[in-house]
């Protein structure tokens, strides 16, 4: 919280291992996948610069975190805000960290998949610039299926 006002004060930062537990959790309450300890750590070391968190003072709001999909294209992995903290444009606030981090980069265009039943990421993701390109038949777990969206940067 901001002292002077008591209104939060959001800020994005570098991931570091410290903070494993707590986007595993936030991960696991927020998607429909499961993740593990050991793969969020693996997806930083993949690419370290591509992994942001949004924080709130010491809470942590949100996360989004990427790869190297090719030598001129990334790929954002997940991405998940607080249920207390969405609708305030923090998703929008990660997105667009994320593609200055891919730009500075020199990626060319970013992609993602997203189930296809799941409207309000796809208009999200819409309204970032990205197309639904392809559809991935059985991609999750569950083997529900996933649209392929992409984005020029």
Known sequence: MDRHNGNPKWEITQFNESFTERVTELANRSMSETYSPKVI??????????????????????????SKYSGTEARILLLAVEYSSRRLGLGSKLVDAFMNVCKSAGF??????????????????RKHGFSITSTLIYYY???????QMWRML
């Not at 060319?108 to 993701?125: G, H, K, M």
């Open 141 to 147: 777990s569950d083997l529900s299926d996933a649209y």
């Open 108 to 125: 060319l265009s970013v992609r993602l998949e997203v189930r296809t039943d799941n409207d309000s990421a796809i208009a999200f993701y």
């Open 41 to 66: 750590e693996e997806i930083y070391r993949s690419w370290k610069a591509g992994f942001l968190l949004l924080m709130n003072g010491s809470d942590l709001s949100g996360f989004i975190c990427g």
